[in-house]
């Protein structure tokens, strides 16, 4: 069974950064885009950063110049490098992942089980 494991959240001071991990095992033949969404007590489910197997990434107006989203191919792993941390930053973030399984051939998008983010002083 193919999951995503989210690790690296906590508690932090406005100011202050941390990293996010998501490693993505089973069965996997590839993995296309891998990106990081958030989402905060009574809000949506919104688009943090995302990265494609090329390289290319996006990011959330809120976010560019503070996060920083990277991958390791040969891992399967997605990181979430996030300095300057705000009090708005405060959310449950989750991974997701649009992974390609081998025969039988299939593909969909995956989620983590969220790792709570937490700025406050």
Do not use: H
């Amino acid at each position: 069974q193919e999951q995503l494991v989210e690790s690296g959240g906590g508690l932090v001071q406005p100011g202050g950064s941390l990293r996010l991990s998501c490693a993505a095992s089973g069965r996997i033949a590839s993995i296309n885009a891998m990106g990081w969404y958030r989402q905060a007590p009574g809000k949506q489910r919104e688009l943090v950063a995302s990265s494609t197997t090329g390289g290319s990434t996006n990011y959330a107006d809120s976010v560019k110049g503070r996060f920083t989203i990277s991958r390791d191919n040969a891992k399967n792993t997605v990181y979430l490098q996030m300095n300057s941390l705000k009090p708005e930053d405060t959310a449950v973030y989750y991974c997701n992942a649009y992974i390609v399984r081998p025969w039988p051939l299939s593909a969909r998008d995956y989620w983590g089980q969220g790792t709570q983010v937490t700025v406050s002083s």
